[in-house]
């Protein structure tokens, strides 16, 4: 068995035998292609030009790339001066590349301005809002107690005169009084049957209802003009009225 080299003849392989378009990219350079250059007549390049690039699209390098003012001017509406900081480190990465620096201190400056805007928009809504329920508050507040400074309510206590109930008589009101046999609650309610008559002198008989007995009692009534008008009926009852 032959170890020896082998007698084969070596062609060697052209770049386009493995698809690779030269005319586009230009002749590889390497380790595994710097023959090939040489021999094509082709200088070889550095290491990083090996890599092909598109035509139509031109590679940018990041330093000279101008920092985007759009977060300024998003920082400086939200938060008012707070995007000096952002506008201060764009502009001065934009210096360094050696670009204008003074388009991102403008965004901040607007940000600023539509932040001081809104604002105040909303403050004075705020304010007019308090004021005009303030001044509703004061409008309603005289109509409320006019009424009760100029319309005073009529006392029901008044007595329509200043005739004495006799002695020992039980006084219920300051229109209503009875002797010891007679209740209060039923000598109301011969007064309000009294008043319900209409009588103005005379003698008139009124029906009353007793809550104690809760019975009807008929109760004559002598009218007494200017005077006490007395009633009496129903178990020794008497009723003065005036």
């Known amino acids: 068995m ?35 250059a040489d021999r094509y007549g082709t200088r070889p390049r550095d290491d990083e030009a090996d890599w092909p690039t598109s035509p139509s699209i031109p590679v940018v390098p990041e330093a000279t790339r101008p920092p985007s003012r759009r977060l300024t001017a998003i920082i400086s509406l939200l938060f008012g001066v707070f995007g000096a900081a952002p506008a201060s480190g764009a502009a001065h990465r934009a210096r360094e590349a050696g670009l204008p620096s003074g388009r991102y201190w403008t965004a901040f400056l607007l940000g600023w301005l539509v932040h001081l805007l809104v ?4 403050l004075g809504l705020v304010i007019a809002g ?59 309610n011969v007064e309000t049957a009294f008043r319900s008559a209409g009588a103005t002198s005379g003698t008139v008989q009124v029906t009353a209802t007793s809550p104690v007995t809760n019975r009807d009692y008929t109760m004559s009534c002598v009218v007494a003009a200017g005077s006490v008008t007395s009633c009496t009926g129903g178990n020794n009852a008497v009723v003065y009225l005036r």
């Not at 308090?130 to 107690?145: E, I, N, T």
């Open 2 to 36: 032959t170890t020896g080299p082998d007698p084969r003849p070596r062609v060697p392989l052209r770049p386009s035998d493995y698809g690779y378009d030269e005319q586009r990219f230009g002749a590889p350079h390497g380790p595994a292609g710097r023959g090939a």
């Open 119 to 122: 604002l105040a928009s909303v």
């Open 130 to 188: 308090g004021r005009s329920g303030s001044s509703s508050g004061r409008a309603s507040a005289p109509a409320s107690s006019a009424p009760a400074s100029t319309a005073p309510s009529p006392s029901p206590s008044a007595s329509p005169s200043q005739a004495a109930f006799p002695d020992g008589a039980t006084r219920c009101s300051d229109t209503v009084a009875v002797n010891a046999s007679t209740s209060c609650q039923f000598a109301l």
